[in-house]
């Protein structure tokens, strides 16, 4: 299983996996499973691996099928992110991301997605330095998952990578740009499976 070839996934899950269970395994409209897989993408998040090994995955299915090793992870945090939209009546969020040390380049009117899960922030962000870039965001397919998070008390919303945004405006500061992104629908490469057996549905 995933578990067993992905050394990092193993790990994470564990350390996800009794945080889940010191909790007292709370109410929640997402199953155990969807839980842990939450907690442990905020733990992996930081890691840097994650992230990127989904945007290489999404440019082929060979690609996908062959070398993304958290297709597991992949598959629950796309289904958690489903079910908390849905409890949380399919409201859109307003919400910000820097993103460190790059400068990104978008006209208005640009279709564009993140292509990898992304941490945003409810609370408004506005430090920056000459380096970062600064997304305001209106996403309708994120969901508020600050209470099934590993660090609980950011405010924070996960958009999918598969939630397409229209640049809807571009400016400068002193120090960086700010792109606004507003939500346009969804488009994905990905044909995602369920592989049994990697961990059980609780």
Request: proline letters at 3%; glycine letters at 6%.
């Amino acid at each position: 299983s995933e578990l067993q070839q992905n050394l990092l996934f193993s790990w994470v899950w564990a350390v996800a996996s009794n945080e889940w269970q010191d909790s007292g395994v709370p109410v929640s409209p997402v199953s155990s499973d969807q839980a842990i897989a939450l907690k442990a993408y905020t733990i992996i998040a930081t890691d840097g691996k994650f992230d990127p090994a989904v945007c290489e995955a999404g440019s082929s299915r060979q690609e996908y099928r062959d070398k993304f090793h958290y297709k597991t992870l992949h598959f629950l945090l796309t289904q958690a992110l489903a079910t908390l939209r849905v409890s949380q009546g399919q409201q859109c969020h307003d919400v910000s991301r820097v993103v460190r040390g790059v400068w990104f380049q978008a006209r208005r009117g640009d279709i564009i997605r993140f292509g990898q899960f992304v941490l945003t922030s409810l609370s408004e962000t506005s430090q920056c330095s000459g380096t970062d870039t600064v997304f305001q965001v209106k996403t309708c397919h994120g969901a508020d998952i600050d209470k099934l998070s590993f660090n609980s008390g950011g405010e924070e919303v996960l958009i999918p990578p598969f939630e397409t945004f229209e640049v809807t405006n571009v400016t400068w500061d002193e120090k960086c740009p700010r792109i606004q992104l507003s939500s346009t629908g969804t488009h994905s490469n990905y044909n995602c499976e369920w592989l049994r057996g990697d961990v059980t549905e609780g």
